[in-house]
DNA sequence: GCGAGTAGGTTCGCTTATTGAACGAACCCA
DNA sequence: TGGGTTCGTTCAATAAGCGAACCTACTCGC
């Protein structure tokens, strides 16, 4: 049986898990997200089995969330940068890293933070309302029809 | 071959995609997000197999994302509770769902939204730091050690 | 008392995915 | 000629996912 597909559904969170539910896609955007474009850079920085990361990055380039570039002629070879889709997925990493370390580490914290590249601070996201600045949280949530 | 496991990386981004990585677990935490708690309503919903509904809610007790409590004793009846830290990963599910909507559904957009319970206003959640309120973007972020 | 129904799973046989290691292809340099 | 680099593919074995059927422990209607 073929795994379940999920890209058609009505519901964001089922597309998007679709596209980046698995264990090393996330890893790999991560990877390119810090500035590593080429393969055997990815590869041995996950220790990710190379065939694995073949599929991951042919799934990426087919959804346009990273394009295959020619750096060199001869020999042929490539690397493989964010498109607009891409990096703008970056928001959902820095959600993910933000309750990993609140709930995933002992009371150290991760050894690794996220910082502002100008000030140097260390940054914290939350995930708020865009218009009214409001945390989202579940209590102030619910599922509803577009209007109109 | 065993699943490459992620769960005691120091980077954030792969204990949670140890976690929550899989084709499956993101749905079964917005179903109980949406109120779904018994294993059948779970089962229905997202047309599981149930081997791996057990398999996933298993997981997730064993992360104390969940707990199981049984509502009823004869017959013998349990359904399935998050815990803060399961309700904590709401926020990561609200920002998959923008990025999703935003780059993986056609010019109408999905036919579901979220909203402000009360105001009954569109929510449409971005990422921001938390002491600044500036945007989260990969251009002024950078990955440091923390302080001390 | 007996069969049907319900909730919450487990077991089964089969298909697909993941794994580490080895192998290729296409070029470079000495 | 012989190695080195980069970007993969192929391989056999193991693990995970699949739908369907089955199981348990009750309740209800007759």
Redesign the interface.
């Given at each position: 049986m073929k795994?379940?597909r999920?890209?058609d559904w009505?519901?964001?969170?089922?597309?998007?898990?679709?596209?980046i539910?698995?264990?090393?896609?996330?890893?790999v955007m991560?990877d390119l997200?810090?500035g590593r474009r080429r393969f055997d850079a990815i590869q041995e920085s996950l220790?990710?089995p190379r065939a694995v990361l073949a599929a991951r990055l042919e799934r990426l380039v087919d959804e346009e969330m990273v394009v295959k570039v020619a750096y060199e002629d001869r020999p042929p070879r490539y690397e493989y940068r964010l498109t607009d889709?891409g990096?703008?997925?970056?928001?959902?990493?820095?959600?993910?890293?933000?309750?990993?370390?609140?709930?995933?580490?002992d009371a150290a914290?991760?050894?690794?933070?996220?910082?502002?590249?100008?000030t140097?601070?260390?940054?914290?996201?939350?995930?708020?309302?865009?218009?009214?600045?409001?945390?989202?949280?579940?209590?102030?949530?619910?599922?509803?029809?577009?209007?109109h």
């Open positions: 795994r379940t999920f890209d009505p519901c964001p969170i089922a597309r998007a898990t679709d596209l539910g698995d264990w090393w896609t996330p890893l991560r997200f810090f220790r990710i889709k990096r703008d997925f970056w928001p959902v990493l820095a959600a993910m890293w933000r309750w990993s370390a609140d709930w995933l580490f914290g991760p050894p690794v933070v996220l910082k502002n590249r100008e140097g601070r260390v940054v914290n996201p939350i995930v708020v309302d865009e218009d009214t600045g409001a945390p989202v949280d579940l209590r102030t949530i619910r599922v509803g029809r577009p209007p």
